[in-house]
């Protein structure tokens, strides 16, 4: 699609920025929805994060996804001198920017909403939305995956398990909500029977180590079982899942839905996930 000189503009902030798959992922929808607007990578260092975003909007920019390292800067940003939504708030991080028609950048963290989303599309049969879930891992994508599964109310509890006991502990005292329990990674076989859910969120099995996050004897046949590590796509943990025949959905999806509500906000369509997308995103996946 051509520009014209009303296009959109939106893009992601991040250092390196290089590595992100976002562009690849906002193309893909701009394209396909015929949209006259560009999202663009925006390599921006620490020390500069606050004059860039301060001159985004006077330079007619929507908004933009903020990434490593600059979400907590994101977040201090929109709490002290914007708006943030509930879930960021409780998340404490931000994600996405909407510079708002009133001059005030909001902040949202969509990570919760993208995981959820994922896992009902893929798993449509929604008994994993009912019972017990155990999430491993309590770094900052677990804080954002527990909000989003305590927002179901069919979770009747959520076991956190964590390598750091203590970094559970916090997570649990931040998002505050009785139905969280929370174990050391080793403690998790007590949880395995009885359970709908399991959400693997450490990075155990990012760079293909073999070793599992969580023990599976005694899962649940019928649990669903996630990776959010999405490559590899079926890590050694969902492969082990599978092969005692647990139901499994991998981690890529999280990433494209976590997408759709800035791409909404700043484009004015709410995308869809497909197949097509996928093999787009992933081809640039290295
Ligand atoms: P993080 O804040 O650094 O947390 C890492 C977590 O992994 C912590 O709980 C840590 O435990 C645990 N861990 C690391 N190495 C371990 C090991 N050898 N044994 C046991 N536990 C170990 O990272 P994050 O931001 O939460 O991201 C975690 C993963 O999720 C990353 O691989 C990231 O790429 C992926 N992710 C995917 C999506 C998506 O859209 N699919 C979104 C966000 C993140 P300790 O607390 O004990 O160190």
New binding site residues.
Partial sequence: MMLTGKARLAGVLGWPVAHSLSPRLHGFWLHRHGIDGAYLPLPVRSEDFLEVVRALPKAGFRGANVTVPHKEAAFALCRDHGRLSDRARRVGSVNTLVFAEDGVIEGDTT?GF??VANLRQEAPDDRWTRGRAVV?????????VVAGLLELPGITELVLA???LR??EEVAADLADARIRVCA?DGTAAFADHCALVVN????G?KG?Q?L?MPLDALDPAALVTD????PLVTPFLAAAQARGNPIVD?????LH?ARPGFQAWFGVDPEVDADLRAHVLAGAV
């Fill in positions: 990570d993208g995981f491993l891992g309590a770094g900052g994508a677990a804080r954002s964590n390598r750091t970094r559970a990674l969120t450490t990075s155990v990012l180590e070793s996050p959010i590590v999405y490559h981690g890529l999806g999280m990433l976590q």
